[in-house]
């Protein structure tokens, strides 16, 4: 007892182990790793002195097992309870005997899905937590509540006005199926825009009353650090207040661009506003190629707006190119218009009003320059990410310079270890609702709870809510042609008109879906394109077919339901090598 004691005292961090046991082995490889010199003994090596240390141990600590650890002098325990130490970041501050107990285990900057997702999980695992979210408000005054973007501003609101364009167009077929008298039916954009905000209010309500469950602290204040520990949150009333946390995670999204021409802030609105409009925005220009301003103008055309998309290069970058242009055609035969190859240079008020008349100036790619009168303008030129302005890089959490992103390993820790990212503000991450709870979710389990798993950021599915919605797992055509060459690659396709479609004899060949395998991989399934309705139910469910590897045998060995939009993938057997037409003549 005398002897352990004495090198409990002597040695700052000591260890004992046995040398076979591959627990001992993992717990001096962290050591090791994380640079914390140690002392350990090998008691299977102190024959028969080593049997009598561990006798010694298991009256002093009630641990019978090895490896036993203290940290100057305190008693950590076995391999389990060191791995937790290590991956709360706190292992190597209490090996220096620097460690203090500080407010919180964890702080979650950012209150979006992403920061709640991973903030409630860590407070399930016994964790202390709190969560420090605030709105900036948009130029034109546009704030929120708790739940961030998807929630306020992004896929919730966006999905209720696309779910009432698409209303609208049944209702333009229903007199094939039977209806009669609907000619009448006409939008009422201020209706449609109360219910969706009361519906987000409840929604702000229900993330507030579950971290009040979880017992989450919530702090709406603007969060800034002061050290890679301590954070200053200021209200809006100007309160300023200091916490301290052993982690942090930073989980503030981002925010739509404005370009830098003369008037684009002062007249311009961007998503952040449009979805909190009071009053009908009438006739719109959209400015961007982005999912986000196809989507909106998509819905905005559905309630009979006019409605122009100003596209300075290609739709849709970074999806399939193929799809972007058959979304675009296809708005474009339903009324929207596009000006292609041009960009902004300035916005003037011609009239004020709700809406008001904006003159817009514009240049085309041929040098000349054009003007039109909108009622709105909004822009969807991209968004940058939420970190310029929080302390990041006086910390020294490095930023990519490109993009503004936290630069992360697999494991979403940034460059100072205690501080990790999540959701839009990581760099190389899909910027999607579900992948960032997922995220969110994970980390916590990995810093808190017995669980090692990366997040998985392969084979993520998603959807584009166009009026024809767009599903995609996997490859673009075009990115894998030149990653692994044309002779590679084996594209099946063909076009289908829902049954739905037929008795109002709309959209006769433009939905369409494809499968492009891997000639190498035995034709593995590596990119899955839809475009026709219900594009988000069909995509998820194939979704895990992909992320279970299947192959297009596979595919094909599956039976359709019929009839519905889903099957064609199981029927699919027309490549485009083979140069055979897929449209359709009949059903």
Not at 470 to 476: A, E, F, P, Q, T
Request: hydrophobic content about 40%; proline content about 4%; aromatic content about 8%.
């Amino acid at each position: 007892m005398e002897k352990v004691q004495a090198l409990i005292r002597k040695n700052a961090v000591m260890v004992f182990s046995k040398s076979y046991c591959k627990f001992c082995n993992k717990v001096k490889d962290i050591f090791r790793t994380e640079k914390i010199d140690f002392h350990s003994i090998e008691l299977d090596l102190m024959c028969p002195e080593g049997a009598v240390i561990q006798d010694a141990l298991a009256k002093l600590t009630k641990q019978t097992t090895v490896p036993n650890v203290f940290l100057h002098g305190e008693h950590v325990g076995g391999c389990d309870a060191t791995v937790k130490l290590f991956r709360d970041g706190t292992l190597a501050e209490r090996a220096l005997g620097t460690y203090r107990k500080r407010d919180f285990d964890l702080v979650v900057i950012g209150g979006g899905s992403g920061g709640l997702a991973a903030a409630k999980e860590a407070a399930s695992l016994g964790r202390k937590v709190a969560v420090c979210d605030f709105v900036t408000p948009s130029p034109r005054g546009t704030k929120w509540g708790l739940g961030g973007t998807c929630v306020n501003v992004g896929c919730i609101p966006k999905k209720l006005m696309h779910k009432s364009a698409l209303l609208g167009a049944d209702i333009k077929d229903s007199n094939h199926f039977g209806w009669e008298k609907v000619e009448r039916a006409k939008h009422n954009w201020e209706k449609m825009a109360y219910e969706v905000k009361s519906h987000i209010l409840s929604l702000n309500f229900g993330y507030r009353s579950d971290l009040m469950l979880k017992k989450v602290q919530y702090y709406n204040a603007y969060a800034t650090f002061l050290d890679k520990h301590k954070l200053k949150l200021v209200d809006k009333n100007e309160n300023v207040i200091e916490i301290t946390s052993d982690n942090i995670i930073v989980a503030v999204g981002g925010r739509p661009n404005y370009p830098d021409i003369p008037g684009a802030r002062e007249y311009g609105i961007t998503s952040d506003d449009l979805f909190y409009l009071q009053n009908c925005p009438g006739k719109t220009l959209i400015v961007g190629a982005s999912y986000v301003a196809l989507e909106c103008a998509g819905f905005l055309a559905g309630f009979g707006l006019d409605v122009t998309v100003m596209v300075r290069s290609i739709l849709l970058r970074g999806f399939d190119q193929q799809m972007a242009y058959m979304i675009g055609a296809h708005m474009e035969s339903h009324g929207v218009k596009f000006l292609k190859n041009t960009i902004p240079l300035r916005i003037t008020e011609k009239s004020p009003g709700s809406p008001g008349e904006l003159a817009v100036a514009y240049k085309m790619c041929d040098g000349k320059v054009k003007e039109q009168q909108f009622n709105t303008v909004m822009f969807a030129t991209g968004r940058s990410p939420c970190t310029s302005n929080i302390g990041l890089e006086e910390i020294g959490v490095e930023l990519n310079k490109r993009n503004g992103k936290i630069a992360v390993d697999d494991y979403e820790r940034s460059s100072v270890k205690n501080i990790f990212a999540i959701g839009d503000v990581r760099d190389r991450t899909p910027e999607l609702t579900p992948v960032a709870i997922q995220a969110g979710r994970l980390l916590a389990k990995r810093l808190y709870g017995q669980h090692d798993e990366p997040m998985d950021y392969k084979m993520v599915p998603t959807t584009v809510f166009t009026p024809l919605e767009y599903g995609c797992v996997g490859y673009s055509e075009e990115d894998l042609i030149a990653l692994f060459g044309p002779e590679d690659i084996e594209v099946y396709h063909t076009h289908f008109q829902p049954l739905e479609f037929t008795l109002p004899e709309r959209d006769k060949n433009k939905c369409y879906g494809k499968l492009i395998c891997l000639k190498s991989a035995g034709e593995k399934v590596v990119g899955f394109h839809i475009l026709g309705p219900n594009a988000g139910e069909i995509t998820q469910g194939f979704a895990l077919a992909m992320k279970l590897n299947a192959k297009k045998s596979d595919f094909d060995d599956l039976v359709g339901i019929h009839p519905t939009c889903a099957e064609i993938f199981t029927t699919m057997l027309i490549s485009k090598a083979s140069g055979i037409s897929v449209e359709k003549s009949s059903c």
